[in-house]
């Protein structure tokens, strides 16, 4: 875990502007800064930055947040790594765990080895006319191959000692790139093929992915695991491939190395690939955080069968009602790369545009493989889909699922749900976190929220015991209250803001005000409306004191010192309270 306060502490230090200005370049527009959004395809720019508040915004698709939800989202990297890199560039170092500290060193040298090791690959391809005239064979120029920094391992049982002195390194063995045998006898793993680099989220070299050239077994040979690479959790091609994706707003998914780089050189360069096995959680989850729509590409044979089988199964935890998942089986025997090289850019795009949606997909799988034409197969259908139900995360989704099943089945909905156990869905993980109640944007307690996202030091001025916290707003505005009171939330704009409460139930809430108040205002005015939004809280409070006592009149009648508390309040209540219906920022 990383310090809350560290990362306060780095927000204050840097500044949002240089930070998205390493990518995207900014002109000034006023108080801020606009560009056309690097998330989404546009020609008139939306996307603001806001120096003051620390912040950024685009008005066309919505994405926000503070420098580090922005390198989160640019790179699609994690929180901790986007932290790491921030820190970094400002010269200040992450207080980790002595566990992590002690992990990063260890795989400091290693990765150093693997980058040698790639150069190594790289000067070997130049001096290999069969490697070269391979790769030209299957259309590759030397522009894609420098792209993808393809290499050749050379024909020999330990052509690396060209590169490492000392062959006997038991790193080399660590990282993957020499096997020791029974006699102790060193040699590279990879020999007489083409290499593929499999590169980390930041650009280090963590495995290899070897192609024979010709015939041999095993056709691709994949780096073992290592203390760097995790092949169920990474994808090949992936640095190469972010812009496209987030341009495109959808990432390919395919099978080999090969297919990738094809792919791209024909044009379609939002394409990745899993490391010689069936995708997996954390692939799914990777792939979920860079695109709204991810498509599985498989050849149309047995083992595509199982991989888009498998690629269904394990998608349906990680499903949210705004996300697609599609599964595309090319036409005839062709892998991907074969077909766009014999049908070109456009026939494959048509391809990707009419994959099958994962609901269509699972449905028709599930009628194959259960025949609900007899009373028998109808009731394997809904044993069938029991767990594949059970399984799904986007509740609209999964409901939608479970009348198609019903229909099929000959059954009723309810049925359906009671034969599967399908309890009542949590909010997908990519949905905001369970509110009490939904929040009111003309609540008084929201009109705040909004003022004290501006100033958060205000909210020592608030009655919190006027403060509804029943309403999710008002649990917003006391969370930050406390944060405030106890030091721990400095000054330091929305960004800041939406840092601490992180993978909080208020996150959601604030980014959403947030994203809406980028332009810059007069504190005057903001201050006016804020005493006016206290006043009416107190006015309302009031009035239903006096409601209350007046109903216990009519009903028991009071006390003195009740008749005495009711005189004083009416004496107090005024006409109305003033009205803060308009939205203040």
């Known amino acids: 875990m990383i310090p809350e306060s560290f990362v306060q502490e780095l927000l204050a230090r ?44 685009c008005f066309g698709c919505g994405a926000h947040g503070s420098a ?39 795989k400091a040298p290693l990765t150093e080895l693997m980058a040698r090791a790639m150069v190594f690959y790289r000067e070997q391809l130049k001096a290999s006319p069969k490697a070269v005239d391979y790769l030209k064979g299957r259309g590759l120029t030397g522009e894609i191959a420098a792209k993808f920094s393809l290499g050749y391992a050379p024909d020999g049982w330990q052509g ?20 020791v045998n029974e006699q102790g006898r060193r040699y590279d793993r990879f020999r007489d093929r083409v290499m593929f680099p499999i590169l980390d989220q930041r650009g280090n070299v963590i495995g290899f992915g070897g192609r024979v050239i010709g015939e041999g077994e095993p056709k691709y040979l994949n780096s073992p695991e290592t203390p760097l690479f995790e092949k169920g959790r990474e994808l090949y091609g992936l640095p190469q491939a972010r812009k496209a994706i987030q341009e495109e707003d959808t990432v390919l998914v395919v099978e080999g190395y090969m297919d990738v780089v094809g792919l791209v050189q024909s044009g379609v360069e939002n394409v990745v690939a899993t490391l010689g096995t069936a ?43 705004n996300k ?37 997909f699972l449905l028709r799988e599930l009628v194959k493989q259960t025949n609900p034409s007899t009373a028998e197969g109808r009731a394997m259908l809904v044993h069938a889909a029991k767990p594949l139900l059970q399984k799904m995360s986007a509740p609209i989704l999964r409901v939608q699922l479970t009348k198609e099943v019903a229909q099929r089945a000959q059954v009723s909905q309810a049925e359906v749900e009671a034969q599967c156990g399908l309890k009542p869905l949590a909010r997908s993980r990519y949905a905001p976190a369970q509110m009490k109640q939904r929040p009111i944007p003309s ?15 205000w909210t020592a001025r608030l009655p919190l015991e006027l403060i509804d916290r029943d309403r999710v707003e008002g649990e917003a505005l006391n969370a930050i209250a406390d944060a405030i009171d106890h030091g721990e939330l400095p000054a330091g704009g929305f960004g800041m803001l939406l840092e601490f409460f992180r993978d909080t139930p208020h996150e959601a809430l604030i980014a959403a005000i947030a994203a809406n108040m980028v332009e810059e205002v007069d ?19 009031l009035t239903a004191e006096i409601e209350v006592l007046n109903a216990r009149a009519k009903q028991e009648g009071l006390n003195a010192d009740e008749r005495k508390r009711l005189t004083e309040l009416l004496a107090r209540k005024r006409p109305g309270p003033p009205s803060t219906s308009g939205t203040p920022i």
Request: hydrophobic letters at 40%; aromatic letters at 8%.
């Open 14 to 57: 840097i500044d949002i502007v240089d930070v998205v200005e390493r990518y995207v370049p900014l002109r000034k527009a006023g108080a801020n800064y606009s560009a056309c959004c690097p998330f989404h395809s546009e020609k008139t720019p939306s996307f603001t930055v806001s120096p003051s508040k620390q912040f950024y915004h």
């Open 68 to 106: 580090i939800g922005f390198l989160m989202q640019h790179a699609g990297i994690g929180f901790i790594e986007a932290v790491e890199d921030l820190a970094s560039s400002a010269g200040l170092q992450v207080p980790h765990e002595e566990r992590n500290r002690v992990e990063r060193a260890k």
């Open 160 to 179: 690396l000692q060209q590169v490492f002195a000392d062959y006997n390194d038991p790193a080399l063995v660590e990282c993957g790139l020499v096997i």
């Open 279 to 321: 995708a997996t959680d954390a692939n799914v989850q990777k792939l979920l955080k860079q695109a709204n729509r991810v498509v599985f590409c498989f050849d149309r044979d047995s083992a595509g069968d199982r991989a888009a089988w498998r690629a269904m199964e394990v998608s349906l935890s990680h499903l949210a009602d």
């Open 324 to 360: 697609l998942v599609e599964i595309l089986q090319m036409p005839g025997n062709q892998d991907p790369d074969e077909f766009i090289r014999e049908h070109g850019r456009e026939a494959f795009v048509r391809q990707t545009r009419s994959a099958t949606r994962l609901s269509e």
């Open 443 to 457: 609540s008084v307690e929201y009109k705040l929220l909004q003022i004290v996202l501006h100033k958060p030091e």
């Open 523 to 541: 504190l005057g005015a903001l201050e006016g409306m804020f005493n006016d939004s206290i006043l009416r809280l107190r006015q309302t409070a």
